[in-house]
Structures are given as structure tokens and as C-alpha cells.
């Protein structure tokens, strides 16, 4: 049986920026594509990757890239207002989120007129949320329930916990059960340097 993501199709069929899916890519009729830029190309899905995930890139920017034969898992969510870039064969587990912003301002005035924006016009193409652009190395896996926030760099074959939360880099070679995560320990598995 075809699964038809239909808001997808919707969007595209009425001129809306959606996504650009290269041969190959698939997404769920589950997956969430949100494009609040003016153009398709800020969403960029690598060939044979499947998102069944959310997808979002703020109005006044965001670009978010995925690589070949990747896997996003339901309930994921991956917010752009500056760059996220996921290498090949990443795997990206359900409920995690990786932002490259604080989502929101922290001033509560500048809070409120951003959400009293998105409410009237839509979002602001103009606003300052901190934006660190975050990237993820080639066969990495991101374990279901992680939070990967703003300005951090996960190495190649990198493994990180379910439920961790990723505030520093993590590069190659990382102990990664200290510095940039909160919660579990980790592995870099063998066999994934092909």
C-alpha cells in the first residue's frame, strides 16, 4: 500500500514552499513539512532518506539539509532559523528535537510579539532567536527522546543516548558520558567507519 503524505501534496499543489525531495526520498503520511521561507530549497531531503518527522524553517531564516539514505522517526522534530545539516545514513530516533534557535525571544515583551505575529500575519521575517547553526555527522545515530540544541556539531558515527540532552560538540574520538551531555552515557560503535 502507497502512503500518501496528503499536506504535502496539498502544498504543493497549491504553490506553497514545501520541500525538496531528491530520487528516492520518501515521507510519511505522518511527517510535518513547515516552510515558513518563501522558497522549496530551504528544505532539502537527500536521496533514499524516509522523514516521518516535522520539518520546520522559520520566515526570516533557516535552512535545513538531510543526507542520503537517512532515517527520521515519527514524532521528531528539526527547527531551523540559521542551518542544520545531517550527513548520510544518519538515523534520528522518535520524539527528537534539534533546534538551531531558542524558538522564541527571551524577553517576555519580544516574546509576545512574536507569538502575537505568528497569530495575525505569520512569523516575523525579521527577529533575533540566537541562531547557532547545529550539524550532524555522517552515520550518526540520535537516540529517541534527545534534545540537540543550537551551535552544537555531532562527529561521524557518533552514537547519542535515548533521552540525553546535547548542549556542546561532539566530535570524534568524544567521551561522550561527560562535557556536552546530560543524562545517559554513549558508544561509538564499531563497525560503522565504512
Not at 10 to 35: E, M, Q, V
Not at 96 to 122: C, K, M, Y
Not at 166 to 181: A, P, W, Y
Request: aromatic fraction near 4%; charge should be positive.
Amino acid at each position: 500500500m502507497v502512503q500518501v503524505n496528503l499536506g504535502f501534496l496539498a502544498r504543493t499543489l497549491l504553490g506553497r514552499p514545501t520541500c525538496l525531495l531528491d530520487r528516492g526520498a520518501k515521507l510519511s503520511r505522518h511527517a510535518r513539512i513547515l516552510n515558513a521561507r518563501k522558497s522549496s530549497e530551504h528544505i532539502r531531503i537527500g536521496a533514499g532518506s524516509f522523514v516521518s518527522g516535522e520539518l520546520f524553517v522559520f520566515a526570516h531564516g533557516g535552512d535545513i539539509e538531510i543526507g542520503r539514505d537517512c532515517f527520521i522517526d515519527r514524532d521528531a522534530r528539526i527547527w531551523s532559523a540559521a542551518s542544520i545539516k545531517i550527513g548520510d545514513r544518519v538515523v534520528i530516533g522518535p520524539g527528537v528535537n534539534i533546534f538551531d534557535n531558542l524558538t522564541h525571544p527571551l524577553s517576555a515583551a519580544e516574546r509576545h510579539a512574536q507569538i502575537r505575529s505568528i497569530f495575525t500575519v505569520g512569523h516575523p521575517t525579521e527577529i533575533n532567536l540566537d541562531e547557532r547553526p547545529v550539524s550532524i555527522g555522517r552515520g550518526a545515530q540520535i537516540g529517541a527522546g534527545a534534545i540537540i540544541l543550537r551551535g552544537v556539531r555531532i562527529g561521524e558515527n557518533i552514537v547519542v543516548p535515548p533521552g540525553s540532552i546535547v548542549t556542546k560538540s561532539l566530535l570524534g574520538g568524544s567521551n561522550m558520558g561527560c562535557g556536552g551531555l546530560s543524562g545517559g552515557g554513549s558508544t561509538t560503535p564499531a563497525g560503522l567507519n565504512e
